[in-house]
């Protein structure tokens, strides 16, 4: 290993160093000249110290930067992602809520219906706006049978036309075929009610020019027919022209059945007898009337009530 100081030179210089430096200790705690010119080299000194650590500073200020933007999207995602899984469960218990509504709404009309009821939901809905028509999810194995009525929480629905082993087809009251045997509860007059392939409308025919019959009134089943029970509500009078031209005044009532929105609903009664006699007996049921001008005429036998 070679020695640091070769010479008496190098170790004259280093003792000359040594001496150096104790007298300025010794000046500097003596005196105030020296902490002077060692303030103003400070100043002079500080840009240069400043940009010497200004790389240094800015590396580590935007490597801060950087952590905390990643951590803010990070956090900003997650909270993202939460607030999208709150949203959706607030829509499923809005969507709950609302089915509970109507679930308790059908119970409570089951309890005001003294026959056998079905619950059933809405699977299907007839495309062909001529055909007011809809699917629902009971079948012949659950009992259903042609004629059956169909009732939501606000009123009468329809009734069953077509059926199959596990589904079946409802024509609803506002289809141009679907005729239904009313009564005023006010007073107990009788008419019929005819769809008019209109959603909201039904027509009340059969009302001579000098009846009692306004706005407002409640029409109810009038069991005329055998098909529907007696006194399921239908619709509420809502429009009454008295035409002198005419016998009969011309009345429109709106359904009170949620037409549009119902997905579960009740079906009522049960069939009675064996399958022959039903069918025998829904044929002599739907037997065409002759033609009128004032009385309408069905398109197929299970359309008349």
């Known amino acids: 290993m070679k020695p640091i100081f070769r010479g008496s030179l190098p170790r004259l210089s280093f003792l000359l160093l040594i001496i150096i430096a104790l007298c300025m200790l010794i000046v500097d705690l003596q005196g105030n000249s020296v902490r002077s010119v060692r303030s103003a080299l400070a100043v002079v000194l500080t840009p240069v110290q400043w940009l010497v650590d200004a ?11 950087l952590v905390e933007r990643a951590s803010l999207i990070k956090d900003n995602n997650q909270l993202r992602s939460s607030s999208i899984i709150l949203e959706r ?27 056998k009821v079905l ?21 012949s194995e659950d009992g259903v049978f042609i004629g059956q009525p169909v009732l939501d929480a606000g009123g009468i629905m329809g009734q069953v036309v077509e059926v199959s082993l596990y589904t079946n087809r409802t024509m609803l009251v506002t289809d141009g075929r679907h005729a239904l045997p009313v009564e005023v509860v006010r007073n107990g007059m009788r008419a019929i009610a005819l769809g008019k392939g209109l959603h909201g409308e039904l027509d009340i025919t059969h009302i001579p020019d000098n ?14 027919g055998g098909r529907f029970p007696y006194g399921y509500p239908l619709a509420k009078v809502f429009f009454v022209e008295r035409d002198p031209s005419r016998k009969f005044m011309i009345v429109k009532a709106k359904p009170l059945a949620r037409l549009n929105n119902s997905r579960y609903v009740l079906m009522v009664g049960k069939q009675q007898g064996k399958r022959g006699e039903n069918e025998q007996d829904a044929e002599l049921q739907t037997i065409p009337p002759k033609k009128s001008p004032n009385s309408p005429v069905s398109e197929s036998p299970s359309d008349v009530l």
Do not use: C, W, Y
């Open 55 to 65: 790389p240094t500073a800015i590396a580590d200020d935007i490597s801060v930067v």
């Open 89 to 115: 469960q607030v829509q499923q218990m809005a969507t709950l809520r609302a089915e509970n509504v109507r679930l308790r709404e059908l119970l409570n009309a089951s309890a005001r219906v003294d026959d």
């Open 119 to 139: 619950l059933t939901e809405l699977i299907g809905v007839n495309p062909d706006p001529f055909q007011h028509q809809v699917i629902l999810n009971k079948g």
């Open 211 to 224: 009846a009692d019959i306004r706005a407002g009134d409640l029409l109810v089943s009038s069991a005329l």
